[in-house]
């Protein structure tokens, strides 16, 4: 059985630095069924592929993503950190991710990093690039700031969008049925749920309402039988190797 499918978070993370060409090419590597990660925009406006808004994490420098060019970027080593084979790993653009994907299948999920309250630009460039890939069949475009999927609808409305939500949402929600509404209401396609979310009842739900749902992140190798389980469609991990073998 092939449920859930199994997608990479920010590549194949367990095993080689996140968001790196070398963590894409060991996810396709290993079979994973799609991918997952973050944009955000460089200072000239072209869409990088990283999750922190600084380099501070990955690259021991103080700088922020939108402070760099996307050529400065890809001069910054953000792979030494995870070990010595992987030094000279820099931050890759949306543009080079969606082309080492044009030879391999599954689902490819894009998350919009926002930091502030101003999305448009990220959202306009992000959408311009996806509407001339091939691959935009296989795009969910997916966010915590609702309001940012709305703007994606707008401007892209073939391309599939996801909601995001975190465990902090219940802190404004009573109950979590109303996430389906709220997901809805913002023109979402499916949700994307933090594991301690994904209850049966709320993926119950998410089904009836016609939504896809995918949950994140999860390395436990239980998830596989609580999302067949919960009829929940899409497994994001860190260490999708180890997730694919415990599917068979």
Same mark, same amino acid.
Request: with cysteine.
């Given at each position: 059985?092939?449920?859930?499918? /199994?997608?990479?978070?920010?590549?194949?993370?367990?095993?080689?630095?996140?968001?790196?060409?070398?963590?894409?090419?060991?996810?396709?590597?290993?079979?994973?069924?799609?991918?997952?990660?973050?944009?955000?925009?460089?200072?000239?406006?072209?869409?990088?592929?990283?999750?922190?808004?600084?380099?501070?994490?990955?690259?021991?420098?103080?700088?922020?993503?939108?402070?760099?060019?996307?050529?400065?970027?890809?001069?910054?080593?953000?792979?030494?950190?995870?070990?010595?084979?992987?030094?000279?790993?820099?931050?890759?653009?949306?543009?080079? /991710?969606?082309?080492?994907? *044009?030879?391999?299948?599954?689902?490819?999920?894009?998350?919009?990093?926002?930091?502030?309250?101003?999305? *448009?630009?990220?959202?306009?460039?992000?959408?311009?690039?996806?509407?001339? *890939?091939?691959?935009?069949?296989?795009?969910?475009?997916?966010?915590?700031?609702? %309001?940012?999927?709305?703007?994606?609808?707008?401007?892209?409305?073939?391309?599939?969008? %996801?909601?995001?939500?975190?465990?902090?949402?219940?802190?404004?929600?009573?109950?979590?049925?109303?996430?389906?509404?709220?997901?809805?209401?913002?023109?979402?396609?499916? /949700?994307?749920?933090?594991?301690?979310?994904?209850?049966?009842?709320?993926?119950?739900?998410?089904?009836?309402?016609?939504?896809?749902?995918?949950?994140?992140? %999860?390395? *436990?190798?239980?998830?596989? %039988?609580?999302?067949?389980?919960?009829?929940?469609?899409?497994?994001?991990?860190?260490?999708?190797?180890?997730?694919?073998?415990?599917?068979?």
């Amino acid at each position: 059985m092939n449920s859930p499918h /199994i997608i990479a978070h920010r590549g194949d993370s367990r095993n080689a630095p996140e968001n790196t060409m070398a963590a894409f090419r060991s996810a396709i590597k290993c079979g994973a069924d799609g991918v997952e990660f973050d944009v955000q925009l460089a200072a000239d406006g072209v869409p990088v592929v990283v999750h922190d808004y600084d380099l501070q994490r990955t690259a021991g420098r103080r700088e922020k993503i939108g402070e760099l060019t996307s050529k400065q970027l890809a001069q910054v080593d953000v792979g030494k950190w995870f070990g010595e084979k992987f030094a000279g790993e820099t931050v890759p653009t949306l543009l080079s /991710i969606l082309e080492m994907y *044009s030879n391999s299948g599954g689902p490819i999920f894009i998350e919009l990093k926002c930091e502030s309250g101003d999305y *448009s630009d990220l959202v306009t460039n992000v959408c311009d690039l996806i509407r001339e *890939s091939p691959l935009m069949p296989r795009v969910i475009v997916k966010s915590f700031r609702l %309001a940012a999927i709305g703007e994606v609808r707008f401007r892209l409305p073939d391309v599939q969008t %996801a909601a995001l939500f975190e465990p902090s949402i219940m802190t404004i929600l009573r109950r979590r049925q109303y996430i389906i509404a709220m997901a809805r209401e913002f023109g979402a396609h499916q /949700i994307s749920l933090h594991t301690s979310l994904a209850t049966a009842k709320l993926a119950e739900l998410a089904k009836q309402s016609g939504m896809p749902t995918t949950v994140w992140t %999860a390395d *436990s190798s239980r998830w596989i %039988a609580r999302c067949r389980e919960r009829n929940i469609d899409n497994l994001i991990t860190n260490d999708p190797g180890k997730m694919l073998a415990a599917r068979r």
